[in-house]
């Protein structure tokens, strides 16, 4: 089962891997999306390692800067890496692919037309800029006078980067300031973003799929909605009403019908090469861990990236 741990959580590893490693920490720290994973994935790996981990959220931004401080060993990360990241030597792999969506409270005072009719990309964009200011304005017909109340991300998200670039549309984004900028409250992390939605039936917001459906069940649970998202504005057809489970919208992600952004990939990066005693643990995460990724609410990675990755680990591990 997935798990939620806060952030800072460790995970000692016992097990048979080989070499004097028993007393070596591996530190990991950075996005919040792919924490749960990458603490489950630690969490399996045991039988085969000695290692032991020392794993913390706190944002993309914040797992780069404590890479190139040398406080940590790995970084995770909820987007690809900046060409100026690269150039100051960071090597990243993929490892898996997260979902964001768009999320209401389940009291929503339009939510029956919401999750009948869905929204438009440019519906959202207008809602998340404050140029859609009520819920009335955005089903007319509706008889409704309720304002909308914005929520957003205040840590180091790539997920919220992310939004910014789907919300912007094809060649376009909004920089995570200048959505900050138009929200009435950010919180830190989809914890704290999911609990504020909850309690405010106005409220809209973006959350990582797994504050939305139940992590046992995968079915929708609790106080927030996903938002469907209408395509090509002629509001939802059978081919775009995947919302009902998390499975059914992990499947539509898989095939490429519900778009990336906000679907993106999640990268674990070192500084200048990844030591050989974690390359044996990232490796284990492009093959036999990508098993576990469907079940704990992510999408694989296909067989090319994985490759793709591998090769890049294989060509960046010190000796």
Request: proline share 4%; hydrophobic share 35%.
């Amino acid at each position: 089962m997935l798990s939620t741990a806060a952030a800072g959580t460790v995970i000692s590893l016992a097990g048979c891997f080989g070499g004097d490693s028993s007393d070596q920490t591996v530190r990991i720290s950075g996005g919040v999306g792919p924490l749960p994973m990458v603490e489950v994935w630690a969490d399996l790996y045991a039988e085969q390692s000695d290692l032991t981990f020392d794993i913390s959220g706190g944002g993309t931004g914040v797992g780069v800067s404590d890479l190139f401080n040398d406080q940590v060993d790995v970084a995770m990360m909820g987007r690809e890496p900046f060409e100026e990241e690269l150039e100051r030597g960071l090597v990243a792999v993929p490892m898996l692919i997260d979902t964001v969506v768009g999320t209401v409270n389940k009291n929503n005072p339009v939510i029956d037309r919401i999750r009948s009719q869905g929204v438009t990309r440019a519906e959202l964009e207008a809602i998340f800029t404050g140029e859609i200011t009520n819920w009335g304005e955005l089903f007319p017909d509706a008889g409704v006078d309720a304002e909308i109340v914005i929520y957003g991300r205040s840590d180091a998200s790539a997920a919220y980067k992310k939004w910014g670039e789907f919300l912007g549309g094809e060649g376009d984004a909004y920089t995570q300031n200048e959505l900050e900028e138009f929200s009435d409250g950010n919180f830190n992390g989809d914890q704290s973003v999911a609990q504020s939605l909850g309690d405010n039936e106005n409220a809209i917001a973006m959350n990582n799929v797994n504050y939305v459906y139940d992590l046992d069940s995968g079915e929708l649970d609790g106080e927030i909605r996903p938002v469907p998202l209408d395509r090509d504005g002629d509001g939802l057809s059978e081919s775009e009403s995947f919302y009902r489970t998390r499975g059914e919208l992990l499947a539509a992600v898989e095939r490429g019908d519900y778009p990336a952004p906000p679907a993106r990939e999640m990268w674990l990066a070192a500084n200048g090469a990844f030591d050989s005693s974690v390359a044996p643990f990232i490796e284990w995460v492009l093959t036999d861990g990508q098993q576990y990724v469907s079940e704990n609410g992510y999408v694989p990675l296909t067989e090319d990236r994985l490759e793709d990755g591998r090769t890049t680990l294989e060509n960046n591990t010190e000796s």
